[in-house]
Each structure stands twice: as C-alpha cells, then as structure tokens.
Nanobody
Framework: VQLQASGGGLVQTGGYLRLSCAVSGRTLSSNGMGWFRQVPGKQREFVGDISWNGEWTNYGNSVKGRFTISRDSAKNTVYLQMNSLEPEDTAIYYC???????????????WGQGTLVTVSS
C-alpha cells in the first residue's frame, strides 16, 4: 500500500485546510485509515482514524470538534478537514493505514510522506 498526502500549507489562525491522502496498491476491505501529526523534536501525535466503511471515527482530544476525517472509497482517498485552526496545530501531518480498523494503533502498516501545515498567529 502506498499513501500520498497533500493539501498542507500556510493558513491564519481560525482558518481551515483540507488534507487528502491518496491510497494506491493492494488494500484490504478491513483497512483502517488515520492521521497523525508531528512537530520536529516532539513525539508523533494521534489525530484521528476512520473505519474501513467510514461508519465510525475516533479523534485525539486536541482536535475533537474541529477536525473531521472522511473517506471516499471510490476515489481511494481519505480526507482530514481541519477547521478553527490554531498555531498549536502547526505540524507535519502524516496519513497512515492499518490492516484492521478495529485495532488501528496495533496494526499500523503504512505511512504517507507527510505534508506541512503552518498556522500563523
């Protein structure tokens, strides 16, 4: 499985961005997809994930109510809609896939290359 993240950029506080993660290669119907972010020098932080069928999502506490994950199976693409952005959201954002969406963190299998999001104050 290959993942290609895109959509990062510079935005002002309170603004919004939508990241995309295009998935190619062999995928399983049970694949879960998710997003992480990382500030250089800090640990990678879980942002959220979505089940294989898109029926349920899970978010990290710092983004709940502001970020939304969705997926378009026909386009093999996962999205991260980020609203009400804050300077603390500045990071490199990575998409990831898991072999089993019911055990996302334990079955992580592939990562995208990352896309930089910068939120100015």
């Amino acid at each position: 499985v290959q993942l290609q993240a895109s959509g990062g950029g510079l935005v002002q506080t309170g603004g919004y961005l939508r990241l995309s993660c295009a998935v190619s290669g062999r995928t399983l119907s049970s694949n879960g997809m998710g997003w992480f972010r990382q500030v250089p020098g800090k640990q990678r932080e879980f942002v959220g994930d979505i089940s294989w069928n898109g029926e349920w999502t899970n978010y990290g506490n710092s983004v709940k109510g502001r970020f939304t994950i969705s997926r378009d199976s026909a386009k093999n693409t996962v999205y991260l809609q980020m609203n009400s952005l804050e300077p603390e959201d500045t990071a490199i954002y990575y998409c990831a896939s898991a072999r089993d969406s019911m055990n996302f963190m334990r079955t992580l299998a592939a990562w995208g290359q990352g896309t930089l999001v910068t939120v100015s104050s």
